[in-house]
């Protein structure tokens, strides 16, 4: 069985919230961390919330959370909820064919839809945002703090990678190793940089600031 890419984006959205349980994420922020279309992504969160499974708050500082904990939204719900069909084959929708009737192979392919379900119910959000969750949030730029219109990136190694509504973006200057524009040093612990960020469509020679800055922390 092949899932959608309904149902994909579906679980990375899950994923991604689960990620974050005490705060609010935008359609925008998800779409930018995972490169995907904001057209998609609407339709997918709305076809979320009504399968009870996001909840949407409303307003300025509005956004979409959980509606439920982490470890009660089984694989298998999600699945169920997302999949148009979870036939394998037309006979077990109700589709006849000349040897309907005789042939093993619907009760076979119902046995195989069973097995799927069984293993999807075996698992929940939390088992997989949970064991990685470092790693998760590193590669989808939650670790970073975020200004209007930041919508996620990530500085390690030396490296910047930093998005910005949806953008990828260089990050021109140096300090401490790393590819930052103005970095500057706060508080204790981790050290943080302020980033100017600028077109990744900009040449070397014709680099314009758009984005203002943004605190990536080092780690």
């Known amino acids: 069985m092949h899932l959608t890419r309904f149902t994909d984006y579906g679980l ?3 994923i991604y919230l689960a990620l974050r349980p005490d705060e609010l994420a935008s359609i925008a922020e998800i779409a930018g961390a995972y490169q995907i279309s904001e057209n998609h992504m609407v ?11 996001i909840e949407t708050i409303r307003g300025r ?3 979409m959370r959980l509606a439920r904990p982490a470890e009660a939204i089984g694989l298998g719900m999600v699945v169920r909820a997302t999949e148009p069909t979870l036939a394998l084959v037309e006979c077990q929708e109700g589709e006849s064919c000349a040897i309907s009737g005789i042939c093993r192979l619907q009760k076979i392919m119902d046995e195989v839809q069973k097995a799927m379900l069984a293993v999807l119910d075996r698992y929940n959000l939390s088992d997989i945002a949970g064991p990685n969750s470092r790693a998760l949030r590193r590669r989808t730029g939650l670790h970073l703090s975020r200004g209007a219109g930041w919508h996620g990136g990530r500085i390690a190694g030396g490296t910047c990678d930093c998005r910005y509504r ?3 973006l260089w990050v021109f200057g140096n300090g401490a190793g790393a590819s930052c524009t103005d970095s500057r040093r706060s508080g204790a612990g981790a050290p943080t ?3 100017a960020i600028w077109r990744e469509s900009d040449s070397s020679r014709n ?3 758009v984005a ?3 605190n990536c922390h080092l780690y």
């Open 12 to 14: 990375r959205t899950l």
């Open 43 to 53: 339709k997918v969160v709305h076809h979320l919330g009504q399968a009870g499974l």
């Open 61 to 63: 500082n509005g956004g």
């Open 166 to 168: 949806g953008r990828r």
């Open 193 to 195: 940089y302020q980033l």
């Open 207 to 209: 680099r314009r600031h």
């Open 212 to 214: 203002g800055s943004a």
